[in-house]
């Protein structure tokens, strides 16, 4: 299995599509954005420019970009990097170019996203992943990453075949060399829950009280809603039989005192564009794993109730 040169394809290139994308192209990398519309069009004529704070402006020029149904290659590493709502088309594509050595990482905030893919995809490799970045899609052919912050986990589930451990081992130096700072894991579940428990409290509370990550760092309703819907996921984690390394709450509250204000997630600016939302996912699933896990969920349930009168759910 050669793992110096891996090709890779990135479905999906709006906020974290175009940044793991961009960086991995920026660094040499065989890269191919599957994408479509007028954001497709622009990147096929201009290229892909992700504006940073940090570091400037990332320009990739050329960029292959295409139609995901012109792929007709067999990636190394496939990236999911769609909504939650975009799974389907996700799932059909990995069907067709997947192949026995590719890697299939989708990073999406819904936490178990990849055993649901891989139940529908016998004899591909569906990882598990997450993403802690700030970035979301300008104007086409535009991402705009106002944040430093840019972290991936990925790993295998307990029990799933790590034939291609060597292949994921190689792509976490692979990143790092393109300034993503990427963790191949032992425990993508903790892991990934982790990273659920910050961004489904900060959406669930942004969203309910209608603030932003100002709002959090300060003492008040939305701080103790934001620690008390923590603590949900925390115990919800517990009965699921997952160990966390770390004090959730305390490693929340560092990560949101960090943030610059006026920031949102993904989904609060979803809900905010009038579009679909990933609120089922993030919310509604929390109050569904409660009941089938018997942990109480009582913010979650109050939110999730206020959500589906909102429409949301
Ligand atoms: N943005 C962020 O800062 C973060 C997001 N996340 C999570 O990452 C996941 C992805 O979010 P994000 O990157 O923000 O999403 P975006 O909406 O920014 O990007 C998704 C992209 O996928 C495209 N897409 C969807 N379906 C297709 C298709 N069939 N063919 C081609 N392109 C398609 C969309 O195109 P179109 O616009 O045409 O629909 C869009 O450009 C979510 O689960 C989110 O919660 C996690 C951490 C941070
Ligand atoms: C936690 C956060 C806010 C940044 O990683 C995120 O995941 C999102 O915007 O969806």
Known sequence: MN????KFAIFGVGGTGGVIGGYLANAGNDVTFLAR??????????GLTIHTNHRGDIRIKPCKAMLADDYHDT???LFICV???GLDAAIALTRRIAGPDTLVIPILNVFGTGAVMQEKLPGKTVLDG???VFAKRGGPGIIEQPQEILRVF???RPGQCDRLAPKAAALENIMRAADIHAHFTEDIQRDALTKFSFVS????AGLYFGVTSEAFQVPG???ETFIGLVKEVESLGHAMGITFDRDLVATDLRLMDAFAPGLTTSMQRDVAAGGPSEFKGLVSRIVELGEKYHVPTPLYQKINDWGKAQGLA
């Open 3 to 6: 793992t110096t040169n891996l």
């Open 37 to 46: 519309g007028a954001h497709l069009a622009a990147m096929q004529k201009d």
């Open 75 to 77: 990636p190394d590493v």
């Open 83 to 85: 909504k939650y709502y």
């Open 130 to 132: 997450c993403i802690y």
């Open 154 to 156: 990925y790993g295998f």
């Open 201 to 204: 409290p900060m959406g669930a």
């Open 221 to 223: 309703e939305v701080r």
